[in-house]
Every structure is written in structure tokens, then in C-alpha cells.
């Protein structure tokens, strides 16, 4: 049988393929799926990740992460404050793409990124 909402073959005895499944988990579920997305990068980078479902949630109902989140420059990101320490809940802010990497090249320069000379920065 095909799936439901594309040309794919559905799962054996289910109305939809696995990617549609997945869509589907992923919109339902926004904040799992965002934090396993975090997660998964986190530990491909090498980065420790101690921070609970429950902590994550807080961070995003405290910052509208996972409505602001996406890929243009205005969109959020997580960062980690101290870029020395891993993912966990006393070091997360919800920055911009592009806050975060201007924030970024000043951490790879060995410099303090000032919150009131934003605007002169790279
Ligand atoms: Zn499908």
C-alpha cells in the first residue's frame, strides 16, 4: 500500500512511510524532537550534554526556542554560554544564527563579545 501523503510505500500495516511517520513525530512533538537533534549533534561534536527533557522544555518556553528556531540569520539557536562547558540548564542561551556566530569568531579570537558594541561587530 501506498503512503498517505506521498508516492513512498507505507510501513507494513500502517498508512504512512517512515518518513512521514517521522514528519509527523517531529511536528507533534516539537521540543523531543528538537532536543534529540540537539543531542544527537551534541555528541558528534564531542560535546558533553547533561541536560534533562525537562530542563530543555523550561529553556524553550523561557526563550521561544523551538517557535524561533530554522536556518535564516534571524532564527534562534542554542548556544552555550561558556563555550568551554557542555549543554547543560546553567548554560544555554537562545541566540540568533547571527549573534551566535559573530559570537563565535570573538570566542576563536580569544575575545569578550560586549552586548553594547553589538552593532560595530563583524
Ligand atoms: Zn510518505
Redesign the pocket.
Known sequence: MT?L??P?EARPSRR??R??EMRAWRKAHPERAAFDNLRTHARQRGIVFALTLAQFCAFCQETGYVEGKGQSADSLTVDRVRHTEGYHAGNLQALTHAHNSRKGWFERHGLEMGEADEEELP
Open positions: 503512503c501523503h506521498c513512498n504512512k512511510c518518513a512521514c
